[in-house]
């Protein structure tokens, strides 16, 4: 179902977080898989801890522009810092996490398997595919896709767009190619409408959840 908005104290950003991570764990708690829609890629830190706390640690397989590792207080809502934070905390597994289609450089990759963006470029599809297939395992999987992971040209309608990314035709080939994965949960983040052109970064969002979800 479309289950529809999370439920925010709009303007008390502070108390977001809070809310996400409860909306989260009351949906997962009715057995249902949860797909989220972001939004911030901050959104991803709550819904990690909901997801981590039914699974116990989870493996994250998450394609991006940026490592996410930067350092912070674990108080203010930054996106650039929620996977530190999730490797601190337990909330990930960083021998079993992996992250495709980096192209900028933070100070720790906290042990997380990188596959930078001039590899996937050198990679086909199911080189890519086996790569995320053999590090991550059987283990319980959290999926995050920040849409800036595609080059501008694919996905111009975003906050940090980074040239020299992947099309959005090679991450579907390898998204397809992932279903021996054992996904818990996932979602897709920083489709930006307002920076969009002929909805061609919303339709490149919605096409990674179908496939994810397929």
């Known amino acids: 179902i479309d289950y529809g908005d999370c439920d925010l104290d709009y303007g008390n950003h502070s108390r977001a977080p809070v809310a996400i ?8 708690k009715s057995g249902a898989f949860l797909y989220s829609f972001g939004g911030d890629h901050f959104v991803t830190w709550p819904l990690l801890k909901a997801h981590a706390a039914m ?22 809502i930054d996106h ?10 337990g909330i990930i597994d960083p021998e079993r996490s992996i992250q495709i289609g980096i192209r900028t450089k933070a100070p720790d ?14 990679m086909g599809a199911g080189a890519l595919a086996t790569e995320i297939l053999s590090h991550v395992g059987n283990a319980k999987t959290y999926l995050t896709f920040d849409i800036d992971c595609l080059d ?5 309608g975003t906050g940090t767009p980074v ?7 090679k991450i579907l080939a390898v998204l397809q190619k992932l279903d021996a994965l ?3 949960g996932a979602d897709v983040v920083e489709v930006a409408p307002a920076y969009d052109h002929a909805d061609i970064t919303a339709i490149a969002g919605a096409t990674v ?6």
């Open 163 to 169: 040239a020299g990314g992947p099309s959005s035709a």
């Open 182 to 184: 054992n996904i818990v």
């Open 80 to 89: 650039g810092s929620f996977v530190a934070r999730a490797v601190r905390q």
């Open 55 to 76: 699974h116990g640690p989870l493996a994250l397989v998450h394609f991006d522009a940026h490592q996410d590792t930067w350092f912070d207080d674990n108080k203010r």
């Open 109 to 122: 990759d906290f042990g997380i398997r990188i596959i930078p963006a001039y590899d996937v470029e050198e």
């Open 209 to 214: 959840a179908m496939y994810v979800i397929g």
């Open 21 to 28: 991570e409860k909306q989260a764990a009351a949906i997962l």
């Open 152 to 156: 501008p040209a694919f996905a111009p």
